[in-house]
């Protein structure tokens, strides 16, 4: 190796950071304006390339909100165990 710490895969901060990339990547959908490509979805749209924006902003809005908070909250309790575990 080149001197440099080997980090885990797996931590409280691998978590935060997964979070705060998911949560990035939604808000630059959100702004570039993929949200009105997810009419596709219900079938009012018929415009070309429309499906795949729709579902990769549907993909990225759960992830926004049903990933990344457990993402948090995991990296949080994470943390806390491995500090107990220090003890």
Known sequence: MSGATE???VSPRSFVVLAV???VLFGV????GLREHTSILSGT???AGSATLGLLYALLYFAFV???PILILAAAIFWGLSRLARR
Do not use: S
């Open 66 to 68: 049903l990933g990344a």
């Open 21 to 23: 990339v998911i949560a």
């Open 7 to 9: 980090r885990p895969l």
């Open 29 to 32: 959908a959100h702004a570039a």
């Open 45 to 47: 749209d018929h415009a």
